[in-house]
């Protein structure tokens, strides 16, 4: 059974520092994981999916990688802004052949100007 | 090409009513989940459809229901309403079932009073 957890549950950065937002999961036979941005009281925003066989995945500021063998997914932020301030949550199937997420409680950044 | 739409965006009910809220899917894609997201659960999964057939359905009592149309919309909903079951409710979509990036709708504030 899948299990996330993301850690811290909060963070709190100054304005242009660079950043990373922690995923672990408990079975290592996850086909993919999914990284998603969270606004107060709005819908998921998907920012990257990395499949099982790439290690990395990026889109602009954003770099995820995905490290199988330890249980691991990082989120990096590069030059964080004030407009990063959101919930992240990273995600996982919950087991073959489904569509079934299995999220993280989310960390919540908070970027001070 | 148009997002996840969901209706009705915000809802007040009183216990013991029911209420039926709709999900429309990207245009082409078939597989449609549903999640309910708590402050102190989190977010969790409540079912799954493709082909109009579920396929999956998380750990949450009979009085949650939901169906899928030919036209991929699908609909939950829910009997006999509790307290507990404020939350917001998302839903899904992705091309197929299995592993694929999965995009959220806005999701339905569901408030019982």
């Known amino acids: 059974k899948q299990e996330v957890t993301q850690i811290p549950a909060a963070l709190s950065v100054p304005e242009g520092e660079n950043l990373v937002l922690n995923c672990s999961f408990t079975?290592?036979?996850?086909?993919?994981l999914q990284w998603f941005r969270q606004d107060p009281g709005k819908g998921l925003t998907s920012l990257l999916l990395?499949?099982?066989?790439?290690r990395e995945q990026t889109s602009g500021r954003l770099n995820a990688s995905l490290d199988k063998s330890s249980g691991r997914s990082t989120l990096y932020i590069a030059a964080s802004q004030p407009g990063d301030s959101a919930t992240y949550l990273c995600a996982g199937p919950s087991q073959g052949g489904s569509e079934k997420l299995v999220f993280g409680k989310g960390t919540k950044l908070t970027v001070n100007p | 090409k148009a997002g996840v739409t969901q209706t009705p965006r915000y809802l007040i009910k009183t216990r013991g009513q029911q209420v039926t809220l709709s999900c429309s899917p990207i245009s082409g894609h078939r597989s449609v989940s549903w999640y309910q997201q708590t402050p102190g659960q989190g977010l969790q999964f409540l079912f799954e459809y493709f082909s109009e057939t579920q396929r999956n359905k998380g750990n949450f009592p009979g009085r949650f229901s939901g169906r899928q149309f030919s036209n991929s919309r699908s609909e939950m909903n829910v009997s006999t309403l509790e307290l507990g079951d404020s939350a917001l409710y998302l839903c899904a979509s992705s091309p197929t079932f299995s592993y694929n990036e999965q995009f959220f709708g806005p999701g339905t504030r569901l408030t019982v009073l």
């Open positions: 990395i499949q099982s066989s790439q």
């Open positions: 079975d290592s036979a996850i086909y993919n």
